[in-house]
């Protein structure tokens, strides 16, 4: 079946209801028919449903729809983004270990890498996207992970994944891809040679700012390792947020055809804008990693983002002129987005690490929405008039 027919088709068993649309099963346990069953089904030596913690009929839909749109065998779902960006890295790291990550991530991500991995003896080196000849020089006998963003948040660097998934194999290395802002159906980092595939499901998964949810997805190997450590550490997905996110799955192709339809026109459009110093957009020709996105993605995203001239002071007075779009801490949203990542999502992160990947005092970032895009156009023809 093709992408769309599997998100839609891909369900667990009806009920007895025979409901055409998958119920929800909000239950925190399950019971057994006789004391044998029971035993059985704790030892692993029948199927079956324990403790929501631990497997729910509405999460393993997600999860089972996750992973065949991925094109791996299998994936775990968690309570957020974040939970699955860290389950990730404390599945497979110890004291000791160390691991090496692009510079161009997600700030949550990289407060984690460099402040809370450490107090558990964890290194990690950060290498520059744009310069790969430089990665295997940060590999160290202790290596055991390299993981990035492509597209990054909120840059748009694109990282040639088959390049550094070659540069893992040889080492020995997991390689670790946070897949979130290009979603399975513009990419799927399996086929390049991805290990291990993250998603904050919060974004253009759900698509309309209602949930929290991740979802890692790789090998049966290596997410039965992760569902241990979410069953141990709690961090698993509700199962009314999974039906969310289950159905939200239905729509995601179509969505995302609208989302870069109208980043791409946007993108276009701001080029043309005399207060623009700079537009970034992975399908625009300027892009410097224009032909790795060309081979990778199959559209350019939702996702644009533009140095204002005038630094931070214009940059906010862009944003406190904007009417209609939204000032909000999200991405993928139907509606239309903006922030300014060096005063919010990167506020945390030292400016040197900040400028290092192209995130400006002036950098604006845009979730574009689904609204028609001469209205979105309009709002900001209006802003940039008056800043």
């Not at 929800?24 to 069953?37: H, L």
Request: aromatic share 10%; glycine share 8%.
């Amino acid at each position: 079946m093709k992408f769309e027919t599997r998100a839609i088709r891909i369900q667990t068993e009806r009920s007895q209801h025979r409901e055409h649309s998958t119920g929800i099963y909000p239950t925190s346990s399950f019971v057994f028919e006789n004391a044998e069953q029971m035993q059985a089904i704790f030892a692993g030596d029948e199927q079956g449903n324990i403790y929501s913690r631990f497997s729910n009929p509405s999460v393993r839909e997600f999860e089972e729809k996750i992973a065949a749109l991925e094109g791996v065998e299998s994936a775990m779902a968690t309570a957020s983004g974040m939970a699955a960006v860290f389950a990730s890295f404390l599945t497979f790291l110890k004291q000791g270990d160390h691991l090496v990550a692009s510079r161009a991530i997600f700030g949550s991500t990289f407060q984690v890498l460099s402040n809370t991995l450490t107090e558990y003896g964890i290194s990690c080196t950060f290498v520059d996207p744009r310069k790969p000849n430089t990665w295997e020089g940060a590999i160290e006998e202790n290596t055991k992970m390299f993981y990035i963003e492509t597209p990054s948040n909120p840059g748009l660097d694109i990282i040639d994944m088959q390049f550094a998934s070659e540069l893992c194999k040889s080492r020995g290395i997991l390689f670790n891809v946070d897949n979130c802002f290009a979603t399975p159906y513009l990419q799927q980092p399996a086929k390049f040679g991805a290990d291990l595939i993250v998603h904050s499901a919060t974004k253009f998964i759900d698509g309309q700012g209602r949930v929290l949810g991740g979802a890692v997805a790789g090998s049966k190997e290596h997410i039965e390792k992760v569902y241990q450590f979410i069953r141990r550490t709690g961090a698993s997905l509700s199962p009314f947020n999974a039906w969310i996110l289950s159905k939200s799955l239905e729509t995601l192709a179509v969505r995302m055809d609208r989302h870069c339809e109208n980043a791409w026109t946007l993108a276009k459009f701001l080029q043309t804008q005399k207060q623009i110093k700079k537009v970034n957009y992975p399908f625009l020709e300027s892009h410097p990693q224009y032909a790795i996105a060309k081979k990778q993605m199959l559209q350019g995203g939702g996702i644009v983002t533009f140095e204002i001239e005038g630094g931070i002071e214009k940059g906010i007075q862009f944003l406190n002129a904007i009417k209609m779009c939204s000032l909000t801490a999200n991405i993928g949203d139907t509606r239309t987005i903006v922030s300014h990542p060096a005063s919010t999502t990167h506020l945390r992160v030292p400016k040197e690490d900040r400028l290092a990947t192209g995130i400006t005092d002036g950098l604006v970032r845009v979730s574009v929405g689904l609204e028609h895009i001469d209205d979105i156009k309009n709002d900001f023809i209006q802003a940039l008039n008056n800043i």
